[in-house]
């Protein structure tokens, strides 16, 4: 072998010598056996801030305050999320650090922090049960603040100069909510002036009580409701019903619920034409559909509406229609579109013989709060 030849030989096995050591060096220094099987990790038993926890089926962990379970969707407050819905069907493991209440599906309901063991749910340390059998859980704090939530809407348009225009209006929804059952209580109002007349001063008021019987249908034992708007000749309307609720799609994205049953209303009119009552009363049959969708993670879609049939008196049917638009701009803030219809197919003539427009249609744009 030739000097230049044992000069390459010595330089590749150096080469060699070096990359072997490196590649030692560098496996030493990056990698370290975990000291427990990642798929077997499980939240700590201890936890002085009472965190709940969810495990996905894809392994995946949520930390956060469990709000409620309702409609085959469990919703978690997140501090990084914010409150996300997750469908229950998805779920392999649950833990909570408080007391919460549960209703199954034999009608029962049962008291006690969650805990999850070999795929099963245990409530207060008691028997496993499957997870198919839970209907809905919700806080089980003796605090009543913790078992409400909602959002209050605003919005205002103001115009000067060869036109003086001025329009406040307002949403509130509030909602409360327990593993058996869930109260709504609703109220929207619009007030508008041009040139120092009022052309608007509407309010309506609504209240119901749903009760679980099944995954699929809720009974409404009440259904309240107040109206009042001037420029549709109505003074006073008080409407009260019962019925049923079926839930069409319950996901985490999609929510919408129908209802159907009769109901008694009682109208007072501003004014009446002569010979005609003032204060008519009817039996009625009440439609109504409540549709939520999460368009996307930062745009939700809201649309409810209602549909009264009364006798002719009363307007032979009404309708009312709420769609809201909402934008996320903070954790608690967001930006909404809203609009709103409404329809009286018989509307009753003043005491001059002038008849109110059937439609009356609204568009506003405001700012929403979540509580």
Same mark, same amino acid.
């Given at each position: ?15 060699? $010598? ?7 060096? %560098? !496996? =030493?220094?990056?990698? #370290? *056996?975990?000291?427990? =099987? ?8 201890? &936890?002085?801030? +009472? %965190? ?35 469908? %229950? ?40 049960? &499957? ?16 078992? %409400?939530?909602? =959002?209050?809407?605003?919005?205002? @348009? ?10 406040? @209006? ?13 109260? +709504? ?19 309506? /008021? $609504? ?12 009974? +409404?034992?009440?259904? /309240? ?7 549709? @000749? ?31 209303? +009682? #109208? ?5 034409? !002569? ?18 969708? =999460?368009? #996307?993670?930062?745009? &939700? ?9 009364? @006798? ?17 701009? $903070? ?17 009753? *003539? ?22």
């Amino acid at each position: 072998m030739s000097s230049s030849a044992r000069v390459a030989m010595t330089v590749f096995m150096a080469g060699v $010598t070096l990359t072997g050591i490196s590649s030692k060096v %560098w !496996a =030493d220094t990056t990698y #370290t *056996p975990p000291s427990q =099987d990642p798929r077997v990790w499980r939240p700590p038993s201890f &936890d002085p801030q +009472r %965190w709940d926890w969810i495990q996905l089926d894809t392994g995946e962990w949520v930390k956060g305050h469990l709000k409620a379970m309702q409609e085959e969707s469990v919703e978690i407050d997140s501090d990084h999320f914010d409150v996300i819905s997750i469908d %229950w069907e998805d779920v392999a493991f649950i833990r909570t650090g408080r007391t919460m209440s549960v209703l199954l599906d034999d009608g029962s309901t049962v008291l006690g922090s969650l805990d999850t063991e070999a795929g099963k749910l245990v409530i207060g340390g008691g028997e496993p049960v &499957d997870f198919e059998r839970v209907l809905g859980i919700a806080s089980a704090s003796a605090r009543e603040f913790d078992l %409400w939530s909602g =959002d209050v809407a605003v919005g205002a @348009n103001f115009r000067s100069g060869n036109v003086d225009q001025k329009e406040f @209006n307002a949403t509130v929804m509030l909602k409360r909510r327990t593993a058996a059952n869930s109260t +709504r209580i609703g109220y929207t109002g619009n007030y508008a002036q041009n040139d120092g007349v009022e052309n608007a001063n509407n309010h309506r /008021a $609504t209240l119901s009580h749903d009760y679980r019987v099944s995954r699929k249908w809720l009974f +409404r034992p009440i259904q /309240a409701e107040f109206n009042r708007d001037p420029f549709q @000749n109505l003074d006073q309307q008080w409407l009260l019903g019962f019925g049923a609720v079926y839930s069409v799609f319950d996901t985490s994205k999609l929510d919408w619920v129908i209802s159907a049953g009769p109901g008694y209303q +009682r #109208t007072q009119f501003v004014e009446v034409q !002569a010979g005609q009552d003032r204060t008519v009363s009817t039996p009625a049959f009440l439609v109504g559909s409540t549709y939520s969708q =999460d368009l #996307t993670a930062a745009v &939700d879609l809201d649309v409810t509406y209602q549909l009264v049939l009364t @006798n002719e008196e009363s307007g032979r049917a009404s309708h009312d229609l709420y769609a809201a638009l909402d934008v996320d701009l $903070t954790k608690r803030l967001d930006f909404r579109v809203a609009t709103t219809w409404s329809r009286i197919e018989n509307p009753q *003539p003043d005491a001059d013989g002038v008849t109110p427009e059937k439609d009356d249609l609204r568009l506003t744009v405001g700012l929403s709060w979540d509580i």
